[in-house]
């Protein structure tokens, strides 16, 4: 079964940084657009950010426009997620997932697998 690894969660305060890492232990990212998706407690699942399958195209949900950053390394078979100037609303259960994409889209609001995810607290 295929499955996502993330990593690179943890306490930070607000204001501050941190970057996630998704993982493909056995297989290759490099036909699959990913995405990040998150669950504040109490809350739905929401879509954060995705990246095409080549890197091309990225897309952000509003609330972390200009303060997170998608990218991937295709070498080095992983995803990151840039997350700047961190808010308490930032707080959250983190997710990679593979989303519907091509070389030049990606759509996370349609998943197709993902891993366990990473907790992400950011409070003072």
């Known amino acids: 079964q295929l499955q996502l690894v993330e990593s690179g969660g943890g306490l930070v305060q607000p204001g501050g940084s941190l970057r996630l890492s998704c993982a493909a232990p056995?297989?290759?990212?490099?036909?699959?657009?990913i995405g990040w998706l998150r669950q504040a407690p109490g809350k739905e699942r929401e879509g954060v950010s995705c990246?095409?399958?080549?890197?091309?195209?990225?897309n952000y949900a509003d609330s972390v426009k200009g303060r997170f950053t998608i990218s991937r390394d295709n070498a080095k078979n992983t995803v990151y997620l840039q997350m700047n100037s961190l808010k308490p609303e930032d707080t959250g259960v983190y997710y990679c997932?593979?989303?519907?994409?091509?070389?030049?889209?990606?759509?996370?609001?349609?998943?197709?697998?993902w891993g366990k995810g990473t907790l992400v607290t950011v409070s003072s």
């Open positions: 997932a593979a989303v519907q994409g091509g070389s030049y889209y990606c759509n996370y609001n349609v998943v197709h697998f």
């Open positions: 056995g297989f290759t990212l490099d036909y699959y657009a």
């Open positions: 990246i095409s399958s080549s890197g091309a195209r990225t």
